[in-house]
T-cell receptor, first 115, second 114 residues
Framework: EADIYQTPRYLVIGTGKKITLECSQTMGHDKMYWYQQDPGMELHLIHYSYGVNSTEKGDLSSESTVSRIRTEHFPLTLESARPSHTSQYLC??????????????FGEGSRLTVL | KNQVEQSPQSLIILEGKNCTLQCNYTVSPFSNLRWYKQDTGRGPVSLTIMTFSENTKSNGRYTATLDADTKQSSLHITASQLSDSASYICVVSDRGSTLGRLYFGRGTQLTVWP
């Protein structure tokens, strides 16, 4: 079992609310990622970080923001949620560059529903 | 067009039967290919990794193959169990940029019936 945790697992909120999805890992991995997953679709990278104070936007345009103040913590924030943000959000970490043999370790996901 | 295509989209088999899932990709240059298993409501978990020089690799009842010439991979599940019911995702990595990137398939949803 990978030591990467996401909270909350499920969240239902109203439009316009600010939300933060938490992600923590205890493996000491430098690299962390946020993916968005919709039913029947491929995972889309929305943010990634290669270390403390390093954050980059991914391939999928997202109105969310991330921060990486500590190695183990990579929270994702939506300032004003909209129904289009309804989705499954997966956090992952990797001990090395995923393009080589590095394996992604995923959290269990946060399912967000915006009414 | 997605650079990683998986088939079938969904599959139903009876417990104890074998099945084969397919992954075709156009990603180039190729670095490696991973198969992940994603149980409902959980995050994906890596089953196996295939690099350019590997043709076959087994992990228990799971056997992955890779044909780098035709850019095809398969995941064969032997003697299926109810716990094999999950989505199986093919992920291909390239070496095109300095650090590479990942290309995800949409997954094959496998259901094993008793």
């Amino acid at each position: 079992e990978a030591d990467i945790y996401q909270t909350p697992r499920y969240l239902v909120i109203g439009t316009g609310k600010k939300i933060t999805l938490e992600c923590s890992q205890t493996m000491g991995h430098d690299k962390m990622y946020w993916y968005q997953q919709d039913p029947g679709m491929e995972l889309h990278l929305i943010h990634y970080s290669y270390g403390v104070n390093s954050t980059e936007k991914g391939d999928l345009s997202s109105e969310s923001t991330v921060s990486r103040i500590r190695t183990e913590h990579f929270p994702l924030t939506l300032e004003s949620a909209r129904p289009s943000h309804t989705s499954q959000y997966l956090c992952a970490s990797s001990p090395e560059d995923e393009a080589y043999t590095g394996e992604l370790f995923f959290g269990e996901g946060s399912r967000l529903t915006v009414l | 067009k997605n650079q990683v295509e998986q088939s079938p989209q969904s599959l139903i088999i009876l417990e104890g039967k074998n099945c084969t899932l397919q992954c075709n990709y156009t990603v180039s240059p190729f670095s490696n290919l991973r198969w992940y298993k994603q149980d409902t409501g959980r995050g994906p978990v890596s089953l196996t990794i295939m690099t350019f020089s590997e043709n076959t690799k087994s992990n228990g009842r799971y056997t992955a193959t890779l044909d780098a010439d035709t850019k095809q991979s398969s995941l064969h599940i032997t003697a299926s169990q109810l716990s094999d019911s999950a989505s199986y995702i093919c992920v291909v990595s390239d070496r095109g940029s300095t650090l590479g990137r990942l290309y995800f398939g949409r997954g094959t949803q496998l259901t094993v019936w008793p």
